[in-house]
């Protein structure tokens, strides 16, 4: 499975999302490819030092993209591709390719209402592909006292997608991970909240990950 993570907006919290679900896939027993699609190449670079048994390819732009990232996903269960802030063209190419497409959003009105070229985006591809990819959208960064507002469900409404029910707070420890060369798991009792909510995102999310992972348990 290709799972694209996108946002034409930088500062949402692709990186941060792409390199904790590539950490957790690996960690319930996949094999796991990141593909850092981003200019800035942070993701990459994070995940060698938080988990450096995740493999990494770095795509730089659309042509290579579309003619790469399926293979990628012929040696591996799954392939987590962090897509760029501002390349749409990149974007475009991730969702022509990708199985679901996860896009993070900053929980306010102003940041639900800027999704608008991301979504199109998005609804272009599903467009050509017949309905693919599967797309959600995925609060991050959000304040600890947030509350889903009936205006926030009706703008994410409006957007064709449908929202996690999970959220990425904003927490500290989750600011520091990268610094550290860290997952929130690894960081002890002070990333133990931020893990569980991060990983209800990903159980909502993925759950073929943890089905997958049962069964050849069984």
């Known amino acids: ?65 579309l003619n790469e990232l399926p293979s990628l996903a012929e040696d591996a269960d799954f392939v987590v591709a962090d897509g760029p802030g501002s390349n749409t063209e990149t974007s475009r190419a991730l969702l022509l390719k990708a199985d679901r497409a996860l896009v993070p959003a900053k929980a306010s009105m102003l940041e639900v209402r800027a999704l608008a070229k991301a979504t199109d985006v998005v609804r272009q591809a599903q467009d050509i592909r017949g309905g693919a990819p599967d797309a959600h959208l995925v609060l991050s960064m959000v304040a600890m006292r ?54 209800a995102i990903f159980v909502e999310m993925v759950p073929e990950a943890l089905r997958n992972t049962r069964k050849a348990a069984g």
């Open 1 to 65: 499975m290709i799972i694209a993570v996108v946002n034409s907006k930088g500062g949402v919290g692709k990186s941060t999302l792409s390199v904790h679900l590539a950490a957790w896939l690996s960690t319930n027993g996949h094999r796991v490819t990141l593909a850092d699609c981003d200019t800035q190449q942070s993701s990459s670079e994070w995940i060698r030092e938080a988990a450096p048994q995740v493999n990494t390819v770095r795509m730089d732009n659309a042509d290579t993209i």
């Open 146 to 199: 947030y509350r889903l507002t009936r205006d926030m469900k009706e703008a994410a409404a409006a957007l064709k997608l449908p929202l996690a029910t999970s959220a990425l707070i904003l927490r500290q420890v989750v600011a520091d991970a990268p610094g550290q060369g860290a997952v929130v798991w690894d960081m002890g009792r002070r990333g133990a909240e931020a893990a569980a909510e991060i990983d």
